[in-house]
């Protein structure tokens, strides 16, 4: 496994109806890196975003989805999803208040 730096783990954020409706209860979404393990993303988000607590961390592997081109079938890239839940005296991450 490659050496993965905090800025290396966390890839964007996930921005869908279901997510931004779990941040009410300070749960928020991201793509991580796929070899990334549920330690290092509590580490890179408690680091990229200041005054931030990790309570949990859920992960979740999506296979890619097949994609056809006539009579040639493949995939699309697997991805990691990361489910973050921030403690209750925590303050909130700061890109998602816009939203």
Request: net charge positive; hydrophobic share 40%; proline share 2%.
């Amino acid at each position: 496994m490659a050496d993965l730096k905090y800025y290396d783990i966390i890839l964007k954020p996930v921005v869908t109806e279901n997510s931004m409706s779990m941040m009410d209860s300070k749960k928020y979404t991201f793509l991580v890196h796929p070899e990334a393990n549920k330690i290092q993303i509590k580490q890179a988000v408690e680091k990229m975003f200041e005054g931030t607590k990790v309570e949990s961390v859920h992960t979740m592997n999506c296979m890619g989805k097949k994609k056809r081109r006539g009579m040639i079938v493949g995939r699309t890239a697997k991805t990691k999803k990361a489910i973050v839940q921030l403690t209750a005296d925590s303050k909130e991450i700061e890109i998602f208040q816009g939203m």
